[in-house]
C-alpha cells in the first residue's frame, strides 16, 4: 500500500523507500561486550530507559538508574517481551546502546498502554538495534513507530545468529515509521540500516521512514545487503 509519504514494502531482505534519500554503503557494528537481559511486560513496572548512567524501569521518571558495563562500543542489552503484548515501550534518552530486540512484540495504542513511541531515541543519543526472531512495535497516534528527532542517531541489523529476523515499525497516525513523530519533532535524525526485512508505515502524513508532517527526512542510509 503506497499513500502520500506512506512507503515501505519488503522484498529480498531489503527495505525500499520513496520520499527519501537513500545511500548505499557497505559496514555494520558489532558486538563486543555481553549482553543484560530485561524484560518487558509487567505493566507495574513501567518503560525501560537507557541513558548514559546506565538503565531503568520508570513510571514517574524518578526510579534510580542501574549502572551497566560499558563496553568499548557501548552498553549491551537484550530485550524480550513477557505475559504478551508490551503496553510500555523503550526510551533511549542519552549514551551510546546496543539493543538487542529478541522477539519484542510492543503495542502503545492499547487503552490502557503509556503514551509514548514502542521506541524512542533522543537528540545525541545512539541506539544500534540488533534483530533476532520476529519483533513489532506499534505506536500511539502522533508518535513514530521509532522516534528518531534530529540529532538522534539510529542503526538496525540483524544479529549475527539471526540473519532472517525481521521488524515491523508502524506509527498509528501521523508518525513515521522510523524517523520523525507529528506530536514532537516532524524531521528524522541519522538512520542507517544495515540489512534485515524491515517493514516501516507511517501513519497519516508520516513517511515510512524519514520525517512526519512537513519534517524533513533527515540522513538516511540504507546498506545493499
Known amino acids: ?106 503495542d502503545t495504542t492499547q487503552t490502557d498502554a503509556t503514551r509514548m513511541s514502542a521506541m524512542s531515541v533522543s537528540p545525541n543519543a545512539t541506539a544500534n538495534v540488533f534483530l533476532k526472531g520476529s519483533n513489532k512495535l506499534v505506536s500511539a497516534s502522533t508518535y513514530a513507530g521509532i522516534e528518531v528527532p534530529t540529532n538522534a542517531t539510529l542503526s538496525i541489523q540483524t544479529h549475527k545468529d539471526d540473519k532472517d529476523a525481521s521488524l515491523y515499525a508502524k506509527s498509528d497516525y501521523g508518525g513515521a515509521g522510523i524517523g520523525g513523530a507529528g506530536e514532537k519533532d516532524p524531521s528524522a535524525g541519522n538512520i542507517r540500516i544495515y540489512n534485515g526485512n524491515i517493514t516501516a508505515i507511517g501513519g497519516s502524513g508520516g513517511a515510512g521512514i524519514g520525517g512526519a508532517g512537513s519534517g524533513s527526512a533527515g540522513t538516511i542510509i540504507i546498506d545493499d545487503g
Open 1 to 106: 500500500m503506497i499513500k502520500d509519504r506512506v512507503i515501505q514494502k519488503r522484498i529480498k531482505g531489503k527495505v525500499l523507500a520513496m520520499a527519501m534519500t537513500a545511500v548505499m554503503a557497505s559496514f555494520f557494528v558489532p558486538l563486543r561486550v555481553e549482553a543484560a537481559a530485561l524484560e518487558l511486560g509487567d505493566k507495574t513496572r513501567g518503560y525501560l530507559e537507557f541513558s548514559a548512567e546506565g538503565y531503568r524501569y520508570t513510571i514517574t521518571g524518578e526510579e534510580a538508574f542501574t549502572p551497566c558495563d560499558k563496553g568499548e562500543d557501548g552498553c549491551t542489552h537484550e530485550i524480550k517481551t513477557s505475559n504478551g503484548t508490551a503496553t510500555a515501550g523503550i526510551a533511549v534518552t542519552g549514551g551510546t546502546h546496543n539493543i538487542i530486540l529478541n522477539g519484542v512484540d510492543i
